[in-house]
């Protein structure tokens, strides 16, 4: 019984595939190359947003505190310093009474840009 089992496994490995009349099999050694894709619809870009301020949010930012904000406005860089100024922006606008309660940060830090001439608005 031993003998016959050990056969037949070998049988099973072996076995030719069938196929229906016209069907040709595949090539063992063809790589399928061929992909599917599907439409991305992004439907907040297609959204008129001129007439609002850009802001950090908009832009995919990381939100600043006021220390962060403060420390942005001390920077060399013009592109961080607009970032810095427009989340300065944002600040007042949004959170009125959390711009109001640290001004004696805010203001030397404004106070050193009015001074130097090289910054872009």
């Known amino acids: 019984m031993g003998k016959n089992k050990k056969k037949s496994r070998q049988h099973s490995d072996f076995i030719k595939p069938n196929r229906k009349p016209g069907k040709v099999l595949k090539k063992t050694n063809v790589t399928d190359t061929t992909f599917k894709t599907k439409k991305i619809e992004l439907f907040h870009q297609l959204e008129d947003n001129s007439n609002l301020p850009p802001t950090a949010a908009d832009k995919h930012l990381p939100r600043l505190n006021v220390q962060e904000i403060c420390q942005n406005l001390n920077h ?42 090289n910054v872009c608005y």
């Open 76 to 117: 060399f860089q013009e592109s961080v310093l607009k970032r810095a100024l427009e989340a300065l922006l944002e600040l007042n606008t949004k959170s009125n009474e959390v711009f109001n309660e640290n001004l004696n940060r805010i203001i030397p830090a404004v106070g050193r840009l009015l001074a130097w001439d």
